[in-house]
């Protein structure tokens, strides 16, 4: 294969990677800041929160995280082949 349709495939995918995984860098950031807190109060702050959110939603991930795990990379994704001439 050429490598002018793979590079048009890679800039596509680029581009609807991005934003995703720009979040998700965002997110682990702000998780790292959260989890290594020297602060005694603010971890004492951070646990009671944990524990709080896991009594009302049991079922959710304690750091609100569905959104990375339950994605479905391929929704919506798939490009539609053009007819065979």
């Not at 965002?26 to 896991?54: M, P, Q, V």
């Not at 990375?68 to 990379?73: F, L, S």
């Amino acid at each position: 294969m050429l490598p002018y349709l793979a590079q048009g495939a890679l800039v596509a995918y680029e581009q609807t990677r991005l934003p995703r995984t720009a979040r998700i860098q965002l997110h682990a950031r702000e998780r790292g800041k959260i989890n290594n807190t020297t602060s005694s109060l603010a971890r004492f702050t951070r646990d009671i929160r944990y524990r709080i959110k896991k009594l009302l939603k049991p079922n959710e991930h304690t750091y609100g995280i569905e959104w990375i795990y339950g994605h479905d990379v391929t929704a919506g994704t798939r490009a539609k082949e053009p007819a065979a001439a």
